[in-house]
């Protein structure tokens, strides 16, 4: 419950953060970050605690497009494809190994601070898309035989679940020209499923974003 409390906390501070608009003394010179239109590719690390599986870190890439709705807001959508978790035990006449990986689809809303600085903050908040693959191998030999008179089984299974997350984000692109930008990102996908409880996927990320 106090994890889901600091959650409704966090989200309510970034939603009020995403939705103040104090006053802005804009420059010319961030002409260049006001572009309508960006694509990005990103490398990040997972930290997955949306199972019992050890939380990582796993390699993950991922992909972006975003599109500037006014001067401080923008609306994006990003694919997150992680690498396997894998949690795997042998001792004599037992093998198991545990896989799992959670792919994410977010549409998130955008909020510009300091846009009259060279690196603005982003402050990010929007709903995600979980799918929750896991995938479960081994074998166990037994000493005498079973039931039916074997003595060696093997397990080969697979499942998958769908999860919707409430996401929140930040970032700090950094200029490295007219249209290219290092960004330098945070993101949590927060899940309450009926069996697990509060559980989510934290992933810091770096993203080379180009921008139209």
């Given at each position: 419950?106090?994890?889901?409390?600091?959650?409704?906390?966090?989200?309510?501070?970034?939603?009020?953060?995403?939705?103040?608009?104090?006053?802005?003394?804009?420059?010319?010179?961030?002409?260049?970050?006001?572009?309508?239109?960006?694509?990005?590719?990103?490398?990040?690390?997972?930290?997955?605690q949306t199972d019992f599986e050890p939380p990582g870190p796993a390699l993950a890439d991922g992909a972006g497009i975003g599109a500037r709705l006014?001067?401080?807001?923008?609306?994006?959508?990003?694919?997150?494809?992680?690498?396997?978790?894998?949690?795997?035990?042998?001792?004599?006449?037992?093998?198991?190994?545990?896989?799992?990986?959670?792919?994410?689809?977010?549409?998130?809303?955008?909020?510009?601070?300091?846009?009259?600085?060279?690196?603005?903050?982003?402050?990010?908040?929007?709903?995600?898309?979980?799918?929750h693959r896991t995938h479960f191998t081994g074998y166990i030999d037994f000493a005498a035989p079973d039931a039916n008179g074997s003595r060696h089984?093997?397990?080969?299974?697979?499942?998958?679940?769908?999860?919707?997350?409430?996401?929140?984000?930040?970032?700090?692109?950094?200029?490295?020209?007219?249209?290219?930008?290092?960004?330098?990102?945070?993101?949590?996908?927060?899940?309450?499923?009926?069996?697990?409880?509060?559980?989510?996927?934290?992933?810091?990320?770096?993203?080379?974003?180009?921008?139209?």
């Open positions: 419950m106090r994890a889901c409390h600091r959650g409704v906390v966090v989200g309510m501070a970034m939603i009020g953060a995403v939705f103040s608009d104090p006053p802005v003394h804009a420059q010319g010179s961030t002409n260049s970050a006001l572009r309508r239109v960006f694509i990005e590719a990103t490398a990040m690390a997972d930290y997955d006014a001067r401080r807001y923008t609306l994006r959508f990003e694919f997150d494809k992680p690498g396997e978790h894998v949690e795997l035990f042998e001792a004599p006449r037992l093998r198991h190994r545990f896989a799992s990986k959670t792919t994410a689809f977010a549409f998130l809303l955008g909020r510009d601070f300091r846009i009259d600085k060279r690196v603005p903050i982003v402050v990010l908040i929007g709903v995600s898309a979980l799918t089984v093997d397990f080969d299974e697979h499942d998958v679940e769908q999860w919707v997350a409430v996401t929140l984000g930040v970032e700090a692109p950094i200029a490295i020209s007219r249209h290219l930008r290092v960004v330098p990102q945070l993101r949590t996908h927060d899940v309450a499923n009926e069996e697990l409880g509060q559980r989510s996927a934290l992933r810091p990320r770096l993203s080379l974003r180009w921008q139209f």
